[in-house]
């Protein structure tokens, strides 16, 4: 029953989006995907990792430091769109280690003092580039 129900809201919200132009923004060069898709004033952003050399070494505060690094870097994004943190409607975070909730949200929080998006959290055994945390997100331009 809940997949029939989520079948026909999917429907219902891609009804309207089928005739707009999709537009790519930031393709990954020389890999299969793109930082974000448009269409209409639909954004569906591609999963950023804040992994470098230096989140890496670390052993303490490693997953904020990855969540903030994100979260900074799709600032970056949406102010290059035109939108900011208040135009997201949903986002999905995923953490290898689900101890982990804490730092992530703590910092995660920083990003939407007002009226935080739909979210969900998923842990899961192993990210790219031996990331701590990934999200994606999904914004509607007003």
């Known amino acids: 029953m809940r997949s029939v129900l989520l079948l026909a809201l999917l429907g219902l919200l891609a009804a309207p989006l089928a005739g707009q132009e999709r537009v790519a923004h930031r393709p990954a060069e020389g890999r299969p995907y793109s930082a974000a898709v448009q269409v209409g004033n639909m954004f569906w ?34 102010q290059e769109l035109g939108m900011d943190f208040d135009d997201i409607v949903q986002g999905t975070v995923y953490l290898t280690d689900v101890e982990d909730y804490e730092a992530m949200n703590a910092v995660y929080g920083e990003f939407f003092p ?29």
């Open 45 to 78: 952003f591609a999963g950023k990792v804040g992994a470098t050399d230096e989140t890496r070494s670390m052993t303490q505060g490693r997953t904020a430091a990855e969540t903030r690094n994100v979260m900074e870097s799709f600032g970056e994004l949406l």
């Open 114 to 142: 007002a009226a935080a998006p739909a979210r969900e959290t998923v842990a899961v055994s192993a990210l790219v580039g031996g990331a701590m945390v990934e999200i994606s997100f999904i914004a509607v331009r007003n």
